[in-house]
């Protein structure tokens, strides 16, 4: 456990990062506008990848790659904090969030949303046939099936036998770890040059009914300027929203940083204000204007995956601790 005083004490005097090469990236910037290009969280990513680049590989646009990717990890029951199969609030109820926003920054965003398969179809219905950014709980669900979305049960027997194992020591408040929030973000740059970003999770494992992390809010969980960057987080909601996280990321890349040094100093904004790094993860991914892409986190084991004209690898991020 490292407390606050000690990680600024040790970061001051760069201890804790002496093995790290900020200015190395498998993707830096060449002088040449890298497009298409996307980049997703997690293992997960890399096959909605394969969906994204699809679309991107035949002219699609980047909104249209990025809501067609996360959609392949919606609806895959093995992902166990996306869309299907998800695991459940601390009172069995599968509560979904997603936002999506566009080169125009035009964005859509659904938060408690339960029966319903694809949350970021219904945030993208959002953004285009209502007059606001988001909606949540029954209200998002009764838009949902006005949009012709159909009700499906998102609870699977693997996810409700763990929920009932989980009742039987379960304290009030949700156990926080770092495996159980492995929300997917996913930013493309399209072969126009535009940028769109999608994020959609199932959130907080056992979390309280009506919690809403990050996810859904843009500038927390997504945030897209198309004549900058776009950036999407991942990990402990709460600690992403303290700090407007991916605005942040996106903020940081204006004013000149690489997109893995833009994420890494929205991770110290965190870190600096906390008393412990206990049970929080937190992770970031970026990717500029020009096709740069990077990530970042607190702890060991984030990782990202990255599809451009060369191949679909999923790549270790640094970390500071």
Request: proline share 2%; aromatic share 6%.
């Amino acid at each position: 456990m490292i407390s606050r005083k000690n990680f600024l004490k040790i970061s001051a005097l760069g201890g804790l990062f002496p093995f790290q090469d900020w200015a190395s990236s498998s993707h830096s910037f060449s002088g040449k506008i890298k497009k298409p290009i996307v980049i997703s969280t997690w293992r997960h990513g890399v096959k909605a990848n394969n969906a994204a680049w699809k679309v991107l590989n035949e002219g699609g646009s980047a909104l249209d790659a990025v809501e067609t990717g996360v959609r392949v990890t919606e609806a895959d029951s093995e992902v166990r904090t996306v869309g299907y199969g998800g695991r459940p609030d601390r009172d069995g109820f599968v509560t979904l969030d997603a936002c999506i926003m566009d080169e125009q920054q035009e964005c859509g965003s659904v938060g408690a949303i339960q029966h319903i398969m694809h949350p970021i179809s219904v945030a993208r219905k959002v953004k285009e046939n209502s007059p606001h950014v988001m909606l949540v709980g029954q209200g998002a669900v009764d838009f949902a099936l006005d949009q012709g979305f159909k009700k499906k049960d998102l609870l699977t027997e693997k996810s409700r036998k763990e929920w009932e194992q989980w009742k039987k020591n379960a304290n009030y408040e949700p156990k926080v770890n770092i495996e159980n929030h492995d929300t997917i973000g996913m930013l493309a740059l399209d072969s126009e040059g535009n940028l769109s970003g999608a994020c959609t999770t199932s959130g907080m494992a056992w979390k309280m009914h009506g919690r809403i992390g990050d996810s859904p809010l843009i500038g927390s969980g997504l945030y897209v300027d198309n004549e900058v960057g776009a950036a999407s987080g991942t990990g402990v909601g709460e600690e992403i929203i303290r700090v407007c996280g991916s605005h942040l990321v996106v903020e940081n890349m204006r004013r000149g940083d690489s997109p893995e040094q833009a994420c890494k100093n929205a991770v110290e904004r965190i870190v600096a204000n906390k008393d412990t790094l206990e049970n929080t993860q937190v992770g970031f991914i970026a990717i500029s204007k020009q096709g740069q892409v990077g990530g970042y986190s607190i702890q060991q084991g984030f990782n990202y995956a990255v599809h451009d004209d060369t191949d679909n690898q999923l790549i270790d991020s640094k970390y500071l601790v």
